[in-house]
DNA sequence: TTGAAAGCGCTAACAT
DNA sequence: ATGTTAGCGCTTTCAA
C-alpha cells in the first residue's frame, strides 16, 4: 500500500519480462515456466501489486459488478434484503453498486443510465412505481427491454413483466389472511390498502376480498381503506377507521408501514390489539414479537428473497438464453391474538 | 439504448471531426465552433451516445466512486446512516459501491483490497472493530494509515483515531442518561453494556458511572452486565438481571439491539417497563414510539450522520490538507415512563 | 478552432 | 514458454 502504486509494466521489467507474461500468471492462463511465474509472484508480493480494476474493465469490456436499485433502503423489508444480496455478492466475489430511488421514476432512470455505462453484470432492481401504470414508466420499461443487460426484479410484480424475478403470492397470501381472520371468529373485517396503482396492492386487497367471500362474508367498500404503503395515510386513515361507531372484528394492513400505521392509531386511541380489534398484518415486525405484541401476520423472509434475487442474476448471467426464471418465495403464517375480540 | 454501442470514434466519424473535438463537446474544455458543438450535440442526442465510464476512468485515472464499508447494514441504526448517504451521492452525483461487513475483520479487509483497485474517490468506514484493540487490526490500521484515499469514520471512534469522522458524544449522553434517571427519582441502576473491547462501549460504561457518582451514588459491579451490542446476550444477561430477588429501579442498555434483548426478557418475564422497572436505551426505536411504550433514550439523528460522512469526504477531497474534520452529532434526549417503579 | 498522437494499465491474438 | 502488438474508449498535450 505503501509509495507509488505499481503497474504491470514495473512488474514486467523488474521480472526481466514481458506484460503478457505477467499477466498470464495473474490469470492463470497459457504457459508459464514454474520458475518464472515463482519469481513474478515474488515479485507481486513485495509490492504488493494490484492490478487496476479500471484498466482490467475497460480491456475485457466487463466489470463484476451487480447494480442494485431499491426504492426505500431505510424500510426494514428492503434493507432485509439488500442485506441477503451483500451475503451473496460476498460469496461470487461481486460488488455492488447501490441507488436508493426513494419510489421516485427520475432517480430509478438516473441509476440505469450510470448502471449502462458501467457496463455492470446485472441488475437487481426493486421498480419504484408499477411501470404499466404511467405515460413514463411504459417509456422507461420500453428502453429496458432493449437494454442487454440481466435484470432481476425484487416484489414489485407488475403486468407482464418480461424478467426474471423474486416475488411473493400476495393474492394467495392475503386469501389465507382472510381465512385465518375467519377461523379466529372474526366477521367483520376492514383492510388498509397499498397504493393501488400497484399489481402487489390490488392483488392482496382481491385474495382478502376472494378469502372473505369464500368464507361467505362480503368485503364492504365502506370497510377498504385506500393507503399508500405508508405509514403516514394508513395512520390518518386509521384513525378514521378507529372513530366508527361500529368498530370492525379485525384489520388486514397492506405491509409494514401500513401496520405501524394502524399502531399509531391504536395507541393514539388508547385501544389495544387483541382487545379492541384484532390485527391481521403483511410483513413481519420483529419489534412486536420480541415485544410479546399479539399481532398475526402472513410474511415471507426477505434476507432469503435478496440471496435468491442474486442468485438468479447469476444464473442468467451464466445462461442467457434460458427460460425466464420467477422465484416465488413461500409465506409463512404466524398467528397471535387474532381471535375476534373479547371485550365490546 | 437499442441497437449497438455507439463510440466516441464512431461520433466523431459522423460528425466529420477528430474524438478530441468530441471530447471537447462532451467535457466543456477548450474551444470548439458553435456549429461543430451543436453538430455533435445532435448527433450523440440521436444515437443516444453514453461515454463509456470504464474509458473515462482508466484515461483519468479517477472515478466517482465512494465505497461504503459498514458491519451490519440489516441494523436500522446503519441502514438510517446508509438512506443519509444515498440522498447526499445522488446530489453530489456520486456512486456507491457497497460492503456489509457483518463485524467481519476480513471481509473488512477484502473490501478495502476491492476498492483500493477501483481508485475510489474516498471511504465512508464503519468499523468492524476496534482497530488498536487486536494484532491483526493494528496491522490492518497501519496500512489505512499509509493508504492516500481519503477515510471518514461513522460512529465507532477508537484510540488515536487518525481520520475525519462524524461521531457522537458517547461519554456525555451517557452521562446525562444517569442524571435523567436520578432526576426520575431511581436509585439503584444497573447497566447493560456493549462489547468492552470497543472504546464506544468503555466510553458509555464510563459516562454512566461518572453520572450516578455525580449523583451522589456508585455503580456496584454486580450491576454491569458485560454485553455485546447484540441482542442475543443482551437477552441471556436481561433474564440473569430480572432473575434476581431485589430488581434494581432502572436499567441503562447501551444500544438499540441491548434494548430489544432486555425487552424480550421483560416479556418473557411478563414484566412491564415503567412498572416493574424504568428503561433507558441508547439509541431510538421506532416502533417503540409508535406503541407508546415508556421508554426513554439518548439518541442521534441517525440519517444526519450518514449525510454528514459524505459531506466530511466531499470537503476532504476538495482540500486534502486541510485540519482534521470530526463531527459530533448531538445528542437528544427523550424521555418517557422513567421515572422510579410503581409497583414495588 | 481543430487534429494527431501518445497514454491510461491491462488483455488476447498471433508470432516465435 | 515467452514476446510483440494491437486494441479497449476515452483524455490530454502539442502542433498546426
Redesign the pocket.
Known amino acids: 500500500m505503501a509509495g507509488r502504486?505499481i503497474?504491470?509494466?514495473d512488474v514486467a521489467e523488474m521480472a526481466?519480462?514481458?506484460?503478457?507474461?505477467v499477466?498470464?500468471v495473474?490469470?492463470n492462463?497459457?504457459?508459464?515456466?514454474a520458475e518464472?511465474r515463482r519469481k513474478i509472484e515474488n515479485i507481486m508480493e513485495t509490492y504488493d501489486y494490484m492490478?487496476?480494476t479500471?484498466?482490467?474493465n475497460?480491456?475485457?469490456?466487463e466489470t463484476k459488478v451487480v447494480g442494485v436499485v431499491l426504492p426505500e433502503i431505510e424500510n426494514t423489508f428492503y434493507s432485509d434484503i439488500l442485506h441477503g444480496i451483500t451475503q451473496v455478492a460476498d460469496e461470487l466475489d461481486l460488488s455492488l453498486v447501490l441507488f436508493d430511488t426513494q419510489n421516485n421514476l427520475e432517480r430509478e432512470k438516473k441509476a440505469f443510465r450510470v448502471l449502462q455505462q458501467q457496463k455492470v453484470r446485472g441488475i437487481i432492481l426493486g421498480p419504484s412505481v408499477d411501470y404499466p401504470e404511467t405515460e413514463e414508466g411504459r417509456e422507461l420499461l420500453a428502453r429496458l427491454k432493449e437494454y442487454s443487460v440481466p435484470i432481476v426484479i425484487i416484489d414489485r410484480d407488475f403486468a407482464n413483466m418480461p424478467w426474471d424475478a423474486v416475488l411473493y403470492e400476495n393474492y394467495q397470501c392475503s386469501y389465507q389472511a382472510a381465512l385465518e381472520l375467519y377461523k379466529a371468529g372474526n366477521r367483520k373485517m376492514a383492510v388498509i390498502t397499498g397504493d393501488m396503482d400497484m399489481k402487489i396492492s390490488r392483488d392482496r386487497l382481491e385474495g382478502f376480498r376472494k378469502g372473505l367471500e369464500d368464507c361467505g362474508l362480503t368485503l364492504q367498500e365502506e370497510d377498504i381503506y385506500y393507503g399508500d404503503f405508508l405509514i403516514k395515510r394508513s395512520y390518518e386513515l386509521s384513525m378514521e377507521l378507529l372513530s366508527r361507531k361500529e368498530l370492525p372484528d379485525a384489520v388486514y394492513t397492506s405491509n409494514n408501514q401500513t401496520t405501524l400505521g394502524f399502531l399509531k392509531a391504536m395507541n393514539e386511541k388508547r385501544m389495544v390489539i387483541g382487545e379492541d380489534i384484532a390485527l391481521m398484518g403483511n410483513d413481519r415486525i420483529e419489534t412486536l414479537d420480541i415485544l410479546g405484541i399479539p399481532f398475526s401476520c402472513v410474511y415471507r423472509d426477505n434476507y432469503e428473497m435478496g440471496r435468491m434475487a442474486l442468485r438468479l442474476l447469476q444464473e442468467r448471467v451464466k445462461h442467457p438464453k434460458k427460460a425466464r426464471n420467477i422465484c416465488m418465495i413461500p409465506y409463512q403464517v404466524k398467528l397471535k391474538g387474532s381471535e375476534k375480540r373479547k371485550k365490546k
Chains 1, 2 share one sequence.
Open positions: 502504486v503497474t504491470i509494466k526481466g519480462v514481458s506484460k503478457a507474461t499477466s498470464r495473474m490469470n492462463s497459457g504457459y508459464v515456466a518464472t492490478p487496476s479500471l484498466a482490467v475497460l480491456s475485457k469490456q
